[in-house]
């Protein structure tokens, strides 16, 4: 793949390619990016979570009995970032209906 840099002037846009440690350090920042966008996926997935989890607390209350199905329920919302570990399984879990909402089944209370 060739890169250009693009040169404004009042002519117009003039394209150059890129060559050499110019290409190194758009290939570094390419990767910087892509890595940083896996991390971000993942963050986003862990806030999703928590808030299931906090939403699901109280059943954890002394005089209440949590049900077997919200135990291990929860238990796959915290297992997530073993399970799920690659940005492909990050978008599936941030995937969304055209109502905005997260259409994963890990994200409805068993």
Do not use: C
């Amino acid at each position: 793949m060739v890169d250009y840099n693009s040169v404004y002037t009042l002519e117009g846009v003039t394209k150059i390619e890129i060559t050499g440690e110019e290409k190194t350090q758009l290939e570094a920042k390419r990767k910087a990016i892509a890595d940083n966008l896996a991390n971000s996926k993942l963050e986003l997935i862990k806030e999703f979570r928590l808030e299931k989890l906090k939403a699901t607390d109280w059943y954890s209350n002394s005089d209440v009995t949590m049900p077997d199905n919200i135990k291990t329920w929860r238990q796959s919302l915290r297992d997530i970032p073993q399970d799920f570990s690659t940005e492909e399984q990050y978008d599936l879990l941030l995937a969304r209906d055209s109502d905005g909402n997260l259409t994963h089944t890990i994200w409805e209370k068993a």
